[in-house]
C-alpha cells in the first residue's frame, strides 16, 4: 500500500471519532487507475475500510480534477457521508475545493490531527503555529490531510478485512465533463531514488550549491543513501534542478527520519516543508544561518569540503 493512501487510512482509522466515510487518493492509486483506466474510491466505515468504489472509465484514467470532481459530487449526493478525506497531494489539492465547491461546502486543508470528529488542527503562518478549528458547516465534512502527520497504517490495519468491490454508476458523466480539461503528457524524471515526499532520508541542497553541475554531487550522495533529493526555492529558482524537488510553503511537505540540508539558510517558507523531519542535519558557512536553529546536528563549513569527505567515506549502496 502506497505510504500516503496508508496515511489516510490511519487518519480515518481513529475509533474515537467513528468517521462515517472517508474518499482515498494518492499517486499509487492514480497509477493503477492509468493502467487499468478505473478509479477507486475507499470507504470507510466505522474504523474500517468496507467498501471500494470503482468508476471504470477513459474519462478517469488520468489525474483530471474536474471529472474526478464530478464523481466525487455523484458518489456523495448519493452515499449521503459524513467526511470526505484526501491527502494534500498536488492533486488532492485541486481536487477538493472543486468537489467541495460543487457540495457547496468549505473544506479544511492540511489538517495535521484530528481531534474530535469536527475538531482539527492545521498549521498557519508557515507553520509557525498551529490553529484548532471546528468545521461547523453542513455535511460533509470536507479535509486534506498532511500524510506525513498520520503513521502509516500498520500491516494488521490494512489487512483486517476484505472490502467489498462495487461499480459507480457513471450515468451522471456528461460529454461536457470530458471536455473541461483534457490530458496531454507525463513528464517525470527517470530515477530509481525514492520518491521525494515519502523518503526515509532526504538530502537537499540550496543556491549554496551555486549550480546545477554542483547539484549532481548531492545526487551521488543521495544514490549512497538511497536518499530522495530536495532542493529550496532559490536553487529552483535559479535553474538548478526542476521544481518537482522543491521543499517548502509552496513545494512538498517532507518529514523523512533523516533531512540533511546543504547551502540552505533556513527561511520559514522552507522550514515550513521539513521542520517535522525526525533529524535534521545542517551544513552551512554561517554559523547564524536559522537552520541552525532547528537543526539536531550541524557542521559550520564548506558544504563542498564536507560532501567531498562524504562522498569519499561513504561506500557505494549494494
Ligand atoms: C510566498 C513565498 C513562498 C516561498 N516558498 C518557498 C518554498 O516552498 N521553499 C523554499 O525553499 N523557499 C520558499 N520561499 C523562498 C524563501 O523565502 C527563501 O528565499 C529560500 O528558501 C532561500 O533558499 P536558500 O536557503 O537556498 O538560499 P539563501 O537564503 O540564499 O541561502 C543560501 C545559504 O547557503 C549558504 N552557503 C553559500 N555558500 C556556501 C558554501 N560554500 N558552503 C556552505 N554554505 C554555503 C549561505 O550561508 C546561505 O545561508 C518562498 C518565499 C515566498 C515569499
Redo the contacts with the bound molecule.
Keep these: 500500500m502506497a505510504p500516503q493512501v496508508s496515511s489516510l487510512f490511519r487518519a480515518m482509522q481513529r475509533p474515537e471519532l467513528r468517521l462515517e466515510t472517508g474518499v482515498l487518493t494518492s499517486e499509487r492509486v492514480k497509477r493503477t487507475w492509468r493502467e487499468r483506466k478505473q478509479m477507486f474510491i475507499c470507504l470507510s466505515v466505522g474504523s474500517l475500510a468496507l467498501q471500494v468504489l470503482v468508476a471504470d472509465s477513459d474519462i478517469f484514467a488520468h489525474p483530471l480534477a474536474e471529472p474526478w470532481a464530478e464523481l466525487l459530487r455523484s458518489v456523495q449526493q448519493k452515499g449521503g457521508y459524513s467526511h470526505v478525506i484526501a491527502s494534500s497531494t498536488s492533486f488532492g489539492k485541486n481536487l477538493l475545493p472543486r468537489a467541495a465547491a460543487l457540495l457547496d461546502v468549505s473544506p479544511v486543508t492540511d489538517v495535521t490531527a484530528i481531534s474530535e470528529p469536527r475538531v482539527f488542527v492545521r498549521p498557519i503562518y508557515a507553520g509557525n503555529a498551529l490553529c484548532t478549528v471546528r468545521y461547523t458547516g453542513e455535511s460533509p465534512c470536507m479535509m486534506s490531510i498532511r500524510s506525513t502527520s498520520f503513521s502509516p497504517a500498520t500491516e494488521s490495519m490494512s489487512e483486517t478485512k476484505v472490502a467489498p468491490i462495487t461499480q459507480v454508476d457513471l450515468s451522471f458523466l456528461s460529454e461536457a465533463s470530458s471536455r473541461k480539461s483534457s490530458w496531454v503528457n507525463l513528464t517525470s524524471q527517470d530515477t530509481e531514488r525514492p520518491d521525494l515526499a515519502n523518503a526515509r532520508v532526504v538530502v537537499t541542497?540550496?543556491?549554496?550549491l551555486?549550480s546545477a553541475e554542483n547539484f549532481k554531487l548531492l545526487e551521488q550522495l543521495a544514490e549512497k543513501l538511497g536518499a530522495a533529493v530536495g532542493?529550496?526555492?532559490?536553487?529552483v529558482d535559479a535553474g538548478y534542478v526542476p521544481n518537482e524537488l522543491?521543499?517548502?510553503?509552496?513545494?512538498k511537505i517532507v518529514a523523512p527520519e533523516v533531512y540533511i540540508a546543504?547551502?540552505?539558510?533556513?527561511?520559514?517558507?522552507?522550514l515550513?516543508?521539513m521542520r517535522d523531519s525526525k533529524y535534521i542535519v545542517a551544513?552551512?558557512?554561517?554559523a547564524d544561518?536559522p537552520?541552525f536553529q532547528v537543526a539536531d546536528y550541524g557542521i559550520v563549513?564548506?558544504?563542498?569540503q564536507v560532501l567531498e569527505e562524504l562522498l569519499e567515506k561513504i561506500p557505494d549502496k549494494k
Excluded: E, W
Design positions: 541542497g540550496g543556491r549554496g551555486k532542493a529550496t526555492r532559490a536553487a522543491q521543499v517548502g510553503q509552496t513545494g546543504f547551502g540552505v539558510s533556513g527561511a520559514i517558507q522552507h515550513a516543508g551544513v552551512n558557512k554561517d544561518a537552520i563549513g564548506d558544504l563542498f
